[in-house]
């Protein structure tokens, strides 16, 4: 028993630094994708235009294409011209995913605010803009929040594919200490780990679905 905690215990030490390095991952990429996302669906909102098009385009492609391709396709093909780190490439990558997820669920509850809100602050001298700053977007993300936080562990379970460029988060550390010892056990640590982050999460998530149903 004491020769199994030590081991674990030393496990849990090589593989903390990239359970951290997968948080901060999670952070940064949902904080951008968030941004992103909105930003495309508020252009989106005016459903005419060439811009409405372009970006349409590139949701679609986005969406139908797989992360993982477009990690490697950032981290190899931008980084013959412009000297990109893992991490630089894990994070714009897996932002610029997102976003095209977060604008279709941002832009469906932003067209399911009732239209007479924008015509009754219109009526009192509002911009289009300032109506959805003050008035649209704040209901817009009270309704989002569930969704939201699911998307946040969506995010954290997805930055595992930033191993493939190389970036020593959690799932390439468990992996390197596999080759190293021989221990496939130490995946079901790594997924403990992951486990133990998403879980609370998900609970969160869960609590503010049922709290706020009737707002929805």
């Known amino acids: 028993m004491e020769k199994f905690l030590a081991t674990l215990g030393e496990d849990l030490k090589f593989l903390g630094p990239g359970l951290l390095l997968t948080i901060r991952l999670t952070i940064f990429t949902f904080a951008i994708g968030s941004v992103l996302g909105l930003l495309l669906a508020v252009f989106r909102l005016r459903k005419r235009g060439l811009f409405y098009h372009i970006t349409g385009f590139v949701i679609d492609f986005l969406r139908g294409t797989p992360m993982l391709v477009q990690l490697l396709a950032i981290y190899f093909f931008v980084g013959m011209y412009i000297r990109t780190s893992p991490l630089t490439a894990a ?9 095209a997820y977060m604008s279709e669920a941002y832009r469906g509850v932003l067209e399911s605010i009732h239209r007479g809100q924008w015509e009754a602050a219109k009526s009192l001298g509002m911009s289009r803009l300032l109506t959805l700053r003050r008035i649209i977007l704040p209901q817009a993300l009270i309704i989002l929040l569930p969704d939201l936080t699911n998307y946040l562990i969506m995010t954290l379970l997805s930055s595992s594919l930033a191993s493939v460029v190389a970036l020593r988060e959690l799932t390439l550390l468990g992996q ?4 190293r010892s021989f221990r496939v056990e130490i995946f079901l640590i790594v997924a403990l780990l992951y486990f133990a982050v998403s879980y609370p999460m998900s609970r969160l998530a869960s609590w503010m679905e049922k709290k706020w149903k009737h707002i929805r």
């Open 91 to 99: 994070v714009v990558g897996m932002s610029i995913n997102l976003s």
């Open 176 to 179: 390197s200490l596999v080759a």
